[in-house]
């Protein structure tokens, strides 16, 4: 049921994200099966794993680089009572919210429950009249996020929503197995099969929420300010023609390459970092093929704009693939960006 009160939603945060996703999926686990989208961070689907829910995957549009929401419509349409629910993430920190999209899937199964993932957005602290469609609105603060504080997550729930506290066992050994084990089926293209170990976080926050909020919210003020400044950087000295519009390079700055390898090779061996990230994950955790993320992520490549690069480095690194791409490409403007958007 939809609603315009905030006071329908409660407050819960946790030491990670996927542990609030974690405690979610536990208790709808026999409701339906969710979908997701192929380009989504890998500990979504561990997490879905992990909680014991069944999900598949729906590719990308190439314009949004979100979630194809015809597909989806279209699927669920079909067989509404196979499905128990939908998350939607926010690609590169995006942060158009798809009301109507919302709407009509409340319209097609009112059961269907919708998760808005921001975790890689800048963190809100007050719901949107937009956001009356969500049943639940996800927030990060761990490692590599919009916000990074190196912990946390936290969300906003519709009341009527069963969620329960789950604590388990976990050991830094186990999560260390997981991800090396995770990263080489990426890296080779290899189907993951899963086999739980104590990888997933779940014990509470060592402060309060109160205490939390007020470090997330310091830490978005000094983020937001810096990557504004490194955004700027990038966008006055890299080839316009090859970035990003402006809406997707909140997270982090990016630019689409006709040879992603070569150009990623080059800034590494020049002792700089850079990242290709969104790997289609359909052909990792299951046989699905989705041509759209793969023709985004064989061409991304996402330069960081957060704390750990300052203003100097980045100068140097628009300087150098600059440089790379006026002694590559004779300065002819790279045409994979028009074909792409």
Not at 109 to 138: G, M, T
Not at 210 to 215: A, I
Not at 226 to 233: V, Y
Not at 242 to 254: G, P, S, V
């Amino acid at each position: 049921m939809k609603t315009d009160n905030p006071d329908d939603y409660i407050f819960i945060n946790e030491i990670r994200a996927c542990t609030i996703l974690f405690n979610l999926l536990r208790c709808r686990k026999d409701k339906g099966k969710f979908i997701i989208p192929a380009n989504i961070c890998s500990v979504v689907p561990l997490t879905f794993l992990k909680g014991g829910a069944e999900f598949e995957f729906i590719d990308i549009n190439i314009s949004t680089k979100c979630i194809d929401e015809e597909k989806v419509l279209e699927k669920i349409s079909k067989n509404p009572e196979l499905f128990g629910g939908i998350l939607y993430n926010h690609s590169y920190g995006v942060t158009d919210t798809p009301v109507s999209f919302f709407k009509e899937l409340k319209s097609i199964s009112n059961h269907l429950l919708i998760i808005d993932d921001r975790c890689l957005c800048e963190p809100q602290y007050a719901l949107a009249f937009n956001d009356i469609y969500s049943d639940i609105i996800l927030y990060s603060s761990g490692y590599a996020k919009y916000t990074d504080i190196g912990i946390g997550g936290y969300a906003f729930l519709k009341n009527n929503i069963k969620y329960e506290n789950i604590r388990l066992p976990y050991s830094d050994k186990s999560s260390n197995e997981m991800n090396v084990k995770l990263k080489n089926c990426i890296d080779q293209t290899l189907l993951f099969k899963y086999e739980d170990n104590d990888w997933l976080e779940t014990k509470p926050l060592a402060i309060t929420a109160g205490e939390y909020l007020n470090q997330v919210k310091e830490a978005t003020i000094k983020s937001k300010a810096h990557k504004q400044k490194i955004n700027q950087i990038y966008k006055s000295t890299i080839p316009a023609d090859i970035q990003f519009e402006d809406k997707f390079q909140n997270w982090r700055f990016n630019i689409f390459v006709a040879d992603k390898k070569d150009l990623l090779n080059h800034i590494f061996s020049n002792r700089f970092f850079a990242s290709g990230h969104y790997p289609s994950l359909s052909k990792i955790f299951s046989t699905t093929e989705s041509p759209d993320s793969d023709k985004v992520f064989n061409a991304i490549v996402n330069l960081f704009n957060d704390k750990y690069i300052s203003e100097e480095k980045a100068l140097q690194l628009a300087q150098l693939i600059k440089s790379y791409f006026e002694k590559q490409y004779n300065k002819r403007p790279n045409k994979l960006r028009s074909l792409l958007l």
